[in-house]
Structure formats: structure tokens, C-alpha cells
């Protein structure tokens, strides 16, 4: 299995402002419940991890999905995936649907739906690992 990445451009709205963004989107088959937004905006990236589930429904829903700080829809021609920051902001970003649609089918190439399963012991032996300086 592999790690599935697709780079798109995207757009991202807060209540203050709106601007064009790099976008990243990430699969890791080792977290296989988990996808990965990263944004680069100015000199800063911010980064997403939510349910892959999740952005696989919001892709087939007009109405947002999600109880978390994230939720995602789709429009005719967009996903927006919208979080809720640190200080309790609304910020949305919007990429082009078949990008993330695409990224979803790749990802379930890798791993299918109902096929995920999790290495529990390796990811506590990778957490309690001693770290070199």
C-alpha cells in the first residue's frame, strides 16, 4: 500500500478575508480512517486530519456533514470544507470537486471501504519509543 497525495489550488474564506491557497491533500494507508488538509497560505501551513468517511459523504452531500469542528459539502463544482479554529472562527476552504472526488477514489484503491484496520501495538511502540536528541 501507498501514500496518496494530490496537489491542488484552492480557496480559503474567514470572516476577515479571502485568498487563493496551495492545497495538499494526504493518505496515509497506515492511518487508514484519517486523511490529511494541509493549506499554505502566506507563510504559513495550516493542517487539517479528520475522518476520511467523512470527506467521502461530504462529497455526495449539498448540506454539510460533520459534528466536529469540521464539516464538509459539496456544490456543483466545489467542496467546501469548513473548521471551526482555535478561537472559535469559521474558516472555509474551497477546492475543486473532482480534485477531492479523485483523491478519495485513489484512496480507496489503497484501502477499501470496510477494509481498514489498524496496527494498534506498532502505534503504541512507535509513541512510547524512546526519541534521539
Known sequence: MKRVL?????????????????????YEPSDPFAVTVRVVRDHEE????FGRHLLAAGLRSMVPLGEGDVQVQ???????????????????????WWNSREFIRLCQLEVPRGHEACDVDSWVAALTAPQEP
Open 74 to 96: 459539496a456544490t456543483s463544482v466545489l467542496t467546501e470544507i469548513s473548521r471551526v479554529d482555535e478561537f472559535g472562527e469559521a474558516v472555509v476552504l474551497r477546492i475543486p
Open 6 to 26: 494530490v496537489n491542488t489550488a484552492g480557496w480559503i474564506r474567514s470572516d476577515v478575508e479571502a485568498e487563493s491557497v496551495e492545497v495538499q491533500l494526504v
Open 46 to 49: 495550516l493542517t487539517w486530519v
